[in-house]
């Protein structure tokens, strides 16, 4: 794409030939050993003595450690909260061009520009990096979310190869209002998490009167935040910019230039958990996005803890044609433009050791859709997006994937070990005849949310997305008692789920509608009959409620063979209604995808693994009449009475709702009862 290519020594690449406590390989003989594969001229003139420096400077009060000369054994260093600079732009006159209600256009020139909340980023002039990305004048609009939950990106400023070399950079940035904010009213993990609303009488906010509203009402979706103490956002902790290790560019460059031979990059990044592994997923795929220019990417998500376009429990193969700007609770699924869904498979677990042989069949069968995709478009590259589970039994589903896959190129985000982790993938690279590339950890503080919090954001923001519009995402508030449900026949003429399956133990069906209603199911739907791992009986069981269940064998229910079957998504259940014979599905699947699995004569099941209950389900309706409680105190609609009222026990507020309660029925319904954990405090993000 014409940037500068700038070289950082402290990237490191395994030669397949010794062992990882061999001789390692600067991140120069990287570039040069790819441009015998058919990289670009450019690089091959590059020399040892040429500069280090990245063509994406990093504004920061404090140096990056990339660990090189750190002993193998150590810790990488926790990052000081001292106060940091976020950006070097400045408002002033000469640097404003325009200025709306909702929007504003800024010079940015040489600065960097750190924002937080959620914004829509148009490029008029120049040329700026973001998040992996090079982005050029254009009609295209990009969103962007940047929340306190992670590291915020920099817009920096870059060369633009298409203009003349003085243009002056200059982007437009817009307020972006598509319901994920509303999202705090069902859930506190969803508050303080983006920036204030910035009105003219606010004097603590960074933007002066020549950026701020002129109307008191408007409330922009972002701010400019020139500090981490900057006091334009709400949460409570120390903001942080979205820092690169050394060597990470380089190597971001290395990839995503295209082979003269036409070959593609499979490239599977792996590391351990906290390293920076999704980030440097997320810049990999929206670097091939900027560069390929064929608009064909495909990611091969196989982290079913965290994945990037789905709700935790699946695996998926991707199609990417535009870049994404945001953690994955902002893109839970592939409904928006610039992603399709090819595959995905439903493994019901969060982690991979319930059931190994199970997800490398669903991984491998994701890979040849991958294969059978390359016919149509040879030159369509692979992104792999690993598992954190590295060590035991991960670490020999992760050298299997290597052994299992056609890739090019291995990259590793530690390079301080463990050790025989390093020497597996080592081993493993080297006998495929890939590149192995170890690169630094990314440097984190302690992370505002954990790992078990996101998943529930993840997935709450899946069943909170609303219909698309304009090919967008659009969230809405509405609590999950309150929703519009799908109702699907179990049984009767109009059967549409052929049956249920629960993963794992077996359980007396006596208890199998209790153990449905109010949890989350995969839909499954079976391609051929060689999918069950045995013969069906020509007529399943049923429970006394006229369920059909798949009848374990050998006191356990193994999972379907994912190459005769592939999921729809998720579902939460709300009720089991006995008189009807249907399930109450709450969830963002259109109801014409359903249809058509029925009038294709396929089968539908629905599958009960092991992922985390949904209890933020059970108390959406208890936070949103508190937010409404809320408001109308500060609306002086109602007396402040709210501290005492939001101490009733959340136990006995359940028992009060009519679909969980601890006592009564309603005709046709079993009895909802409280789950445990419903008694419990919720302590305040």
Not at 125 to 145: D, E, M, Q
Not at 534 to 548: F, G, K, V
Request: include cysteine.
């Amino acid at each position: 794409m014409g940037r500068k290519r700038g070289i950082d020594a402290s990237t490191s690449r395994i030669d397949p030939t010794v062992s990882s406590k061999g001789r390692q390989v600067s991140a120069v003989r990287i570039v040069r050993e790819r441009s015998t594969h058919g990289n670009p001229q450019p690089y091959d003139s590059i020399k040892e003595s040429d500069s280090v420096d990245s063509d994406i400077e990093y504004i920061t009060n404090r140096p990056l450690d990339d660990g090189a000369n750190r002993p193998v054994d150590e810790e990488q260093p926790k990052l000081n909260t001292t106060v940091q600079q976020l950006c070097t732009f400045m408002p002033f006159n000469d640097r404003i061009n325009g200025r709306l209600e909702d929007a504003v256009t800024i010079r940015l020139d040489d600065n960097t520009l750190t924002l937080i909340g959620q914004y829509e980023l148009w490029v008029r002039k120049g040329a700026v990096s973001l998040l992996g990305a090079v982005l050029h004048p254009s009609s295209a609009v990009y969103r962007v979310f940047a929340p306190s939950t992670h590291s915020l990106p920099v817009i920096r400023s870059v060369r633009n190869p298409y203009g003349p070399a003085d243009q002056p950079i200059e982007v437009t940035i817009t307020s972006l209002r598509c319901g994920i904010r509303s999202l705090k009213q069902v859930s506190p993990m969803f508050d303080r998490i983006w920036n204030k609303a910035i009105e003219v009488s606010d004097t603590n906010t960074y933007e002066p009167d020549d950026i701020k509203p002129s109307l008191s009402h408007v409330k922009r979706t972002y701010s400019i935040l020139k500090s981490s103490n900057n006091a334009s956002y709400s949460s409570k902790h120390s903001q942080n910019l979205l820092e690169l290790p050394k060597g990470w560019q380089p190597l971001l460059t290395c990839l995503t230039a295209r082979n003269q031979d036409g070959a593609p990059t499979a490239a599977l990044v792996c590391g351990p958990k906290g390293s920076g592994k999704s980030t440097f997923v997320r810049m990999l795929s929206n670097g091939f996005n900027d560069s390929r220019g064929s608009r064909c990417i495909v990611l091969l998500d196989i982290d079913p803890g965290q994945p990037e376009f789905s709700p935790p429990g699946e695996v998926s193969l991707v199609q990417i044609s535009s870049c994404h700007f945001g953690p994955p609770y902002c893109h839970p699924s592939t409904s928006a433009h610039g992603l399709k869904l090819i595959r995905s498979h439903h493994i019901g677990t969060v982690s991979p050791q319930d059931d190994p042989q199970h997800y490398m069949r669903c991984v491998l069968d994701l890979f040849q859709y991958y294969k059978q995709l390359l016919v149509q478009h040879p030159s369509c590259p692979l992104v792999v997006n690993t598992a954190g589970w590295i060590q035991g039994s991960g670490l020999e589903l992760l050298s299997e994937c290597i052994n299992q896959m056609d890739l090019t190129d291995v990259v590793y985000t530690s390079i301080i070990g463990p050790s025989e982790v390093v020497d597996s993938i080592t081993q493993a690279t080297a006998e495929r005849n890939m590149r192995l590339h170890l690169i630094a950890s990314q440097p984190i503080e302690a992370a505002p949310r954990a790992a078990v919090d996101l998943r529930m954001m993840q997935t709450l923001s899946y069943f909170h997305l609303d219909e698309p519009e304009d090919g967008q995402f659009r969230w809405n508030a509405t609590s999950i008692d309150e929703m519009t449900t799908e109702r699907v026949h179990y049984s009767g003429p109009n059967q549409t789920v052929y049956a249920v399956q629960l993963l794992g133990q077996e359980l007396d069906p006596d208890f199998l509608s209790q153990v449905l209603e109010g949890c989350i199911v995969g839909l499954v739907v079976v391609e051929d009959d060689a999918a069950f791992p045995w013969d069906l009986p020509p007529s399943l069981p049923r429970t006394t409620e006229q369920i059909p269940y798949i009848p374990p064998t050998a006191h356990i229910t193994p999972p379907l063979s994912p190459v005769h079957s592939y999921t729809l998504g998720q579902a939460l259940i709300r009720s089991v209604n006995t008189t009807s014979y249907t399930f109450e599905l709450v969830m963002p699947i259109p109801h014409t995808t359903l249809a058509s699995v029925r009038i294709g004569q396929r089968k539908l099941i629905l599958v009960r693994g092991s992922l985390d209950t949904p209890t933020w389900a059970y108390k959406e309706d208890l936070y949103k009449q508190m937010w409404q409680r809320k408001k109308a105190v500060k609306e002086g609609l109602a007396d402040d009475g709210i501290k005492g009222w939001a101490k009733e026990d959340t136990k006995q507020w359940a028992e009060k709702r009519d679909w969980v309660t601890a006592e009564g029925r309603r005709k046709g319904e079993r009895v909802k009862r409280v789950r445990r954990d419903l008694g419990k405090k919720t302590t305040k993000p």
